[in-house]
């Protein structure tokens, strides 16, 4: 409720102006929710909704194997898989050529000796006996959620989730 | 995203923010609004064309923009209540040399600000010259001295 001292002054004056005071009063008011969204917009982004932060990290783990990656990814801004085994050496990582549809793998890391396709999935393969981190560097190119079943070795199924904002 | 969503996107959320933030964002121009203004639209510019640096993009998005200027400008010219909700109207600051507190602090003017604009427009030296101070649609403040 508005106390008195705090009214608005209405006046009569001369000029030939719409004034439209309560609009403007409207306004004001519109315009303070519009600037706690404002924050609350800085505040989530600060804590990662819209990715990079606590809200977006993502760590999956399975047997030996964990995956880092972000939740919430932008389009066309590039985005990280961390793979890392604790013991077992990695020698195939296959992601599903539908999630490559939509995010664009851009760069791995260490470079993969061979590529080639199964059914559904795209498999890199690595050379060596001690891979034990492979990086995979991604571009969004679709919007919305996606889900993706990666495998690795072929035994290890690694679920990633990502929403894709515009 | 096909350039017109996105120039549409961008134009109508830049309306909405900046009115959101108030008239005098864009009037009372200090040397960091300068800069904020400019970093906003590089970060605007960026966000319209995307990685797409095309003439053919350039110009689809010069017409969505000027063709949404010109929806805009017509719809305000039919429907004054939506040229008012975009543009907001003009505000009395000061009736008969007696600033309007209550105004002036909800929509961030100063009596110095008023006494500028006085001083610029008819070299006056005190409030109680002034009958009128309009804070005006586009942020600049108009002075109505007594004649």
Excluded at chain 1, 100 to 107: A, E, H, N, P
Excluded at chain 2, 70 to 77: A, G, Q, R, V, Y
Aim: hydrophobic content about 45%; aromatic content about 10%.
């Amino acid at each position: 409720m508005i106390s008195p001292a705090n009214k608005i002054e209405r006046i009569k004056s001369t000029l030939q102006i719409k004034e439209e005071i309560n609009q403007h009063i409207a306004g004001w008011k519109i315009q303070r929710m519009g600037w706690v969204f404002i924050f609350g917009i800085m505040l989530l982004a600060l804590l990662g909704l819209f990715g990079e932060g606590i809200l977006s990290n993502e760590t999956k783990k399975s047997g030996d194997i964990t995956t880092q990656y972000d939740r919430f990814i932008r389009y066309d801004s590039e985005t990280k898989v961390l793979i890392v085994s604790n013991s077992a050496h990695m020698a195939t990582v296959s992601l599903p050529q539908d999630y490559l549809k939509k995010l664009r793998s851009i760069r791995i890391i260490p470079e993969p000796d061979a590529n080639d396709m199964s059914t559904d999935y795209v498999n890199y393969n690595f050379k060596g006996s001690e891979n034990k981190m492979i990086a995979i560097y991604l571009v969004p190119k679709a919007y919305g959620n996606i889900d993706a079943t990666m495998l690795i070795n072929g035994m290890d199924r690694i679920v990633l989730h990502h929403f894709i904002y515009p | 995203m096909n350039p017109v969503l996105r120039g549409f996107v961008i134009y109508v959320f830049l309306l909405i923010i900046f009115r959101l933030m108030g008239k005098r964002t864009l009037s009372d121009t200090t040397t960091f609004d300068f800069v904020l203004l400019l970093i906003i639209s590089e970060t605007t510019q960026q966000a319209l064309m995307g990685d797409d640096f095309s003439l053919t993009a350039s110009a689809i998005l010069i017409c969505t923009l000027m063709g949404l200027d010109l929806i805009f400008t017509l719809l305000k010219h039919r429907l004054p209540t939506f040229g008012t909700i975009t543009e907001g109207a003009p505000l009395i600051i000061v009736n008969e040399g007696k600033p309007l507190k209550k105004r002036m602090d909800k929509v961030k003017v100063k009596e110095d600000d008023i006494m500028y604009a006085a001083r610029l427009c008819f070299g006056l030296e005190k409030m109680e010259e002034i009958k009128y101070a309009v804070l005006e649609k586009d942020g600049t403040i108009t002075i109505i001295p007594y004649r």
